[in-house]
Structures are given as C-alpha cells and as structure tokens.
C-alpha cells in the first residue's frame, strides 16, 4: 500500500470534518497505520484525498525515524510523588489551572472525556475528568507525571502541537502507538505571553468526536483564556517572574486598571495591589479614555447625571492623587500623565485586530457593573456592543456558547440565534440550544 499525504480542503489540523463517515474513517486509517508501522513506508505527496493527513504522516515519520516503538507506552514516570508537587506548583502553567478547571473539567464528569495541562516537555502535570475515562486511561499510562511527548510516545495531541507549535487534533489510529487507538484528542501549545516562549500545552482526550472542529476551537478559546490569565498575572504580581531563554522578565511599570466584572476595582501601582473606591475608579477610567483632558465641569457631567459642584469633584481629584501619585495627575485639565493600562483596553485591543477569543478571555464582565456615572455607562455599552458584534461576526461555537453563559449574553436572543446556527443538528447541544431559544423567547417575547 503506497502511503500519501492527504491534503483536503480546510483547515489540516482539524481530523473529522463536517459530514465524514466517522467508523469509515476509522477503518482508512487503521489500514493506514498497519502499513506504516509494517514497513510500506512508500509515500505519495501528488494527489490529494490520500488515507493519512499530512501533519498526522510527517508526525508518524517523525516517531519512526526517533526509534518510537509503536507497539508500547512505556510504564516510566518522569516526575511523581513529593518532586512532581514541588514541580508543577511552581511551574508557569500552575496559574492557568483555575482558568481550565472552570473552562473545560467542571462539566465534563460522565463524559468519558479527559483534560491534560502538560509542560513544554510534554510531561503530564494534571489529568483530570471523568473518573472511569481515568481509570482506562491508566492502561495506556496516560497519567500525571509521564511524558507524553512525541519523542517518547509518538505522535498524540498534545506531543504533537508541541512538536509543530500548532493546535491540532489526531484521530484514533493516527496516533503513532497502538495502545491509544481507542482514543481521540484535541491539544494545543500555551505561550507566554510576553516572551512568546512554549510553556506547555492544553489537551482533551476523549473518544472520536473530541476530533470535531468545535472541540479544537474550544480548545483554542482556553488557551487564548490561559494566556490572558498569565499576562494578568504577570500585570498585577510584581513577585511573579516568568522565566525565559536569557533570563527573567519582569512586570510591566506603568500603573493597571482593573474594573471589568467586579465591583471592587483594584489599581497596581509600583507593585502594590490597591484597592479603589467606585469613585476613583470612575475617574481613571473616564480620564484613561480621554488622554486630551477634560474640564472641572466636564468631568462632574460624566461622572454623575445631576452634575457634581466644583468642590467636590476637587475634593475626589485631591484624594485620588493620594492614591495614584500626585505626579501623574495633570489638573487643567484633568488628564493622566503618562500611561494607564487596564483590562478594557486589553480587551479593546483584541478587538482592534480581530481576534474575538482572545477579547473573551479577557472580557471578564462589564464595565464597573454598579457604576451609574453617564461617562462610565458610555464605555460600558460600547465594549459590550464591540465585543457582541465580534462575537456575531465570528460564528464561533465555542465563543458563543461561552458568551450566552454570561450576564451579557443571557438575554442576548441574536447571540443565541448565532449559537444555534453554529451548532451541528446532529449534536445533542442542538436540541438543548433551541429549547433555551423557545424558553427564552416565551419569557421575552421575541
């Protein structure tokens, strides 16, 4: 059987595309590897539609060429007991873990699905998930502390997209071992966001439909979520340094804003984590989104609807430059001197180029929610209304499963008619979607 790399239309990291014959596929490429593995190494890269995609068959030889035996998993833990706590505790993957943990393992008990977070060794730090997918997974050594990189194990989701620095899926037989063919998962590469450095990769294991395209794009919206969590981190912990090829990298020195989501706004300022009144949050907020100035006057408008007197916005101005810095605070007009950041312009920023699942992650909530100040309430509707037309304009299943959880989203019926079309009729989340669709529209009348 001569073997060839199979060059479909779409994208090539994805394994089952809309409309395959999942246990046909199944079959091609079982077939596949048997001859592979049996030594018909004959390779055709002229004709597309071959039985093996060309990322999976680079990744076979790969495994061949490294001396992968495809017949064992090994029994080896690279890390286990007291070194591999003292390991991943310290590791730069540890702070995403939450972010995981509420993204993709809360829901996923009696799903037969797994979540792994390795390192950029492809060593497994976490495995969690369904207990009894853990318990079979035990068979193939799928365990916390074992290497599950290609050089060890072959070609496998989460070895692979550390291999190539690319997300991407493999299917059943496509892995290079044996031992995991009952198995499909989708994984890929966690930067950080600083240096661009490989930290490690996020992975679901499960069966054949974790190589669905929507699996892989939940997987890409994690990880754009873990590596927002990692630059926020990194903003607002001046203690925490990332390590990188020449050394350490420190915390940005300009002051941060953080008022999405929450009402109690905090600021960073030369390494402290301050809390802020809603006031004083108000004011850095309208000013970091006014760099020109504004008046006495103009700033009592924005900040209450009733206008405030002069005294009193001069009292608020006084007490905040304790706060922030007397020598950042211009007066006539009002305005910042120097830079501000803040997670509404992190998110803005996502926007600006297009990147809807990064704006996401990093949309924590609106705007100082209890905020009533017409200046704030302005910024608020316009991220809402900028991150919600992202959202539309992407069509992203998993973005807007994620957007239709939230305060924003809920009542969102255009998002949730997004949602629906983006969703695969042979899905069970289909039917569940459009029974929310009716509930919703009988609730409100659409």
């Not at 190589?211 to 890409?220: D, I, Y």
């Amino acid at each position: 059987m001569a073997l060839q790399s199979s060059t479909p239309h779409g994208n090539p990291w994805v394994a089952v595309r809309p409309g395959d014959d999942v246990a046909e596929l199944a079959r091609t490429v079982s077939s596949a590897h048997r001859a592979f593995v049996s030594g018909d190494h004959a390779i055709r890269q002229d004709r597309p539609g071959g039985p093996v995609r060309s990322v999976v068959l680079d990744s076979w030889l790969r495994s061949r060429d490294r001396g992968v035996n495809p017949d064992l998993v090994g029994d080896h833990l690279d890390l286990d007991g007291v070194e591999l706590e003292r390991y991943r505790s310290t590791h730069p993957m540890a702070p995403i873990r939450p972010v995981v943990r509420k993204l993709l393992v809360e829901d996923i008990a009696d799903t037969g699905l797994l979540v792994a977070i390795s390192d950029a060794a492809g060593r497994l730090l976490w495995v969690e998930g369904d207990s009894t997918a853990r318990d079979r997974a035990v068979s193939m050594h799928f365990v916390e502390g074992a290497d599950w990189s290609e050089d060890r194990v072959g070609t496998n989701a989460p070895g692979t997209a550390l291999a190539v620095d690319q997300c991407v899926q493999i299917f059943g037989a496509e892995h290079f071992s044996s031992a995991v063919h009952d198995w499909s998962c989708s994984a890929a590469p966690v930067h950080d966001p600083v240096t661009g450095r490989i930290l490690g990769a996020i992975d679901i294991t499960g069966g054949p439909r974790v190589a669905e395209p929507h699996v892989l794009a939940l997987v890409r919206a994690t990880v754009a979520a873990a590596e927002a969590e990692l630059r926020l981190n990194l903003l607002s912990s001046p203690g925490l340094y990332l390590p990188d090829a020449h050394g350490m990298h420190t915390p940005e020195a300009h002051p941060r804003l953080a008022v999405l989501g929450s009402e109690r706004p905090t600021l960073v300022v030369g390494g402290d984590r301050i809390a802020l009144s809603r006031r004083h949050a108000e004011i850095l907020l309208i000013l970091a989104h006014r760099p020109e100035g504004v008046s006495g006057d103009q700033l009592a408008v924005l900040l209450d609807e009733a206008e405030l007197d002069s005294v009193t916005v001069r009292a608020e101005m006084s007490r905040l430059r304790k706060v922030f810095g007397a020598e950042r605070l211009e007066s006539r007009p009002y305005r910042i001197r120097g830079e501000l950041g803040s997670d509404v312009a992190d998110v803005g920023r996502a926007l600006d180029r297009g990147d809807a699942a990064a704006a996401l992650a990093a949309y924590r909530g609106p705007v100082l929610p209890g905020s009533v100040a017409p200046g704030v309430e302005e910024i608020r509707d316009q991220l809402r209304a900028r991150m919600r037309a992202a959202l539309l304009r992407s069509a992203d299943e998993s973005l807007l499963a994620r957007w239709t959880a939230t305060p924003d989203g809920r009542e969102d019926s255009a998002a949730w008619s997004a949602y629906l079309s983006s969703i695969d009729r042979r899905s069970p989340m289909y039917d569940q979607v459009r029974a929310r669709i009716a509930i919703f529209d009988e609730q409100f009348g659409h």
